[in-house]
């Protein structure tokens, strides 16, 4: 089984993200969301838009979902680093609250 290790870099982390920012926002919003959260990839990869937008079309201060590895509820608060990221990703896109992130 291969080891992966975490980017731990602060330097490499904004590379990235700069990188992503420029070339795809969607994936720039779920490396951000990840980085975030600490997510796995399966669970972030789930997730909809309803999980980050309320009824208002206001983005949520929290995120609440099923782990899919433990079954466990998990309960985070979204950073305003996650937030901003989700707002630039979602400005001016028309989308369906069901439809994936």
């Not at 433990?70 to 950073?79: A, D, E, I, Q, R």
Request: glycine share 2%; proline share 4%; net charge positive.
């Amino acid at each position: 089984m291969e080891l992966v290790e975490p980017i731990r870099s602060k330097e490499k982390i904004e590379a990235m993200k700069k990188i992503l920012k420029a070339s795809n926002l969607r994936d720039y919003c779920m490396f951000t969301i990840g980085i975030n959260s600490g997510l796995r990839i399966t669970d972030l990869l789930g997730l909809k838009i309803v999980d980050v937008i309320d009824e208002k079309d206001r983005i949520r201060d929290r995120i609440v979902l099923r782990e899919k590895k433990t079954n466990k509820v998990k309960n985070f608060p979204l950073s305003d680093t996650a937030r901003k990221a989700i707002k630039e990703y979602l400005f001016n896109k028309k989308y369906s609250p069901s439809e994936p992130l």
